[in-house]
């Protein structure tokens, strides 16, 4: 279990989060919906060993990881997909891939998590020597999801994962992060489309302004009178 207690970040001389709790139980999905600047992807952030808190706790399995490196995060089995996908470009789908699994020695479970991406993404296999810059904004979705995977985590952090992607691109995602939580690995969401967000998520919180307002199942949210005027675009 993953669990932030009294956590608060500033980024810049912004205090972009105050104080926040969140849970998120193993085998789950757990979604943050939000405004733009709520402090929804500092959270992640500071999950993953990139910004410091400047108060509170992150623990992963009963053990304080706060303020810890990287690096050490990501041995741990906790993984982000950042907003943006950020593959690096002039390296292959292949190399991409490679580099996911860069701090792992066993190489015939590298092989095998290689191969469920390509079961999970029988596009990268066609494109397996092409360069990640020419893919399509889903293709490279879809290379960033699977580049985390080769990290094998237990958790999976994904930053706005439709962002800018078509309806159809952007189900198919959401299809296979369900998919992926069948298959084990704990998700915690952020997702600018909270309604398909909602949709999935065993249980939500809504942060505003840095302090978590709201939360429940995701079921309850979804016909949450004030959660769909402010963040579905309902009535």
Known sequence: MLKLEALSVFY????????????VADGK?????????????????????LVKPAAGTITWNGEDITGKDTKNIVSKGLALIPEGRHVFPNLTVDENLALGAYSRNNKQEIRQDRERCFALFPRLKERIRQSAGTLSGGEQQMLAVARGLMTGPKLLMLDEPSLGLAPLVSKMIFDIIQEINKNGVTILLIEQNAHAALEIADYAYVLETGVITIQNTGAVLLKDGGIRRAYLGED
């Open 29 to 49: 999905i757990i979604t943050l919906i939000g405004a733009n600047g709520a402090g929804k992807s500092t959270m992640l952030n500071s999950v993953a060993g």
């Open 12 to 23: 810049g001389g912004i205090h972009a989060l105050r104080g926040i709790d969140i849970e």
